[in-house]
């Protein structure tokens, strides 16, 4: 049971390039997140899926796409670069959220991107 | 505007002593608190809860404190240990579903 995986774990990008970052877990679970940190703003959200096909805007979307083919794999792509996308990208997975009741994020290890 | 707050970047104590991270928040609709930690290289994991009808919840030598009144939130570790080293994460849940906002972070620092 890897939980979530993260690939790549490193990547540069020079302005204007494009990349996408995978996301898979195999906890089968329903809601699945990427979050970018940057120093001082702790996790900011940027797209979220609550379900296989689905996808929804978090609170900082713009550059970036998502798609969720899969239940277990999440894409966050980046169709072209810029250096304040520059930072540590991570994903996440819960099960599925029922009511007012709140269950566990398990994030990845984390991807650090460097754009320049 | 950030609506969830963790005024102290850094943090350091004895090991043995209590270690008190403090959070603030100004959305009134948060209903649901966390604490995450997380060690460099890795991703966060998950340390402690709140939901906000309560004002207290304990795990080992984990507490959360809810001041809901004053919209802040605070986590006690005692007594604290070199491994608690770490970045600690305040978070917090708007009404239902199962989104999080995050404050900035707390840098712990354990001394031997």
């Known amino acids: 049971n890897a939980g979530v995986t993260q690939t790549p774990k490193f990547r540069v990008l020079k302005t204007g390039q494009s990349m996408t970052l995978l996301c898979a877990q195999d906890?089968?679970?329903?809601?699945m997140y990427w979050y970018r940190q940057d120093p001082g703003m702790g996790l900011r959200l940027i797209h979220y899926?609550?379900?296989?096909?689905?996808?929804a805007k978090g609170e900082v979307p713009d550059g970036y796409n998502v798609s969720r083919l899969k239940k277990q794999n999440f894409l966050l792509g980046l169709e072209s670069a810029a250096p304040s996308q520059t930072s540590v990208y991570f994903c996440?997975?819960?099960?599925?959220?029922?009511?007012?009741?709140?269950?566990?994020?398990?994030f990845g290890p984390g991807t650090r991107l460097t754009v320049l | 505007d950030q609506q969830v707050k963790q005024n102290s970047p850094s943090l350091s104590v004895q090991e043995g002593r209590i270690s008190i991270l403090n959070c603030d928040y100004t959305?009134?609709?948060?209903?649901?608190f966390l604490w995450y930690k997380k060690y460099p290289a890795e991703g966060p994991t998950f340390l402690i809860s709140?939901?906000?009808?309560?004002d207290k919840n304990e795990d080992g030598r984990f507490t959360v404190f809810l001041n809901k009144s004053a919209k802040h939130l605070s986590l006690h570790i005692v007594p604290s240990q070199p491994g608690d080293s770490a970045v600690y994460f305040c978070?917090?849940?708007?009404?239902?579903?199962?989104?999080?906002?995050f404050g900035g972070g707390t840098r712990l620092m354990v001394k031997p």
């Open positions: 996440a997975s819960s099960y599925q959220v029922a009511g007012l009741s709140y269950n566990e994020q398990f």
């Open positions: 906890m089968n679970h329903e809601y």
């Open positions: 899926s609550v379900g296989e096909g689905t996808t």
């Open positions: 959305n009134s609709m948060f209903d649901y």
């Open positions: 709140i939901s906000s009808i309560k």
């Open positions: 978070a917090a849940r708007p009404n239902a579903g199962n989104m999080l906002t």
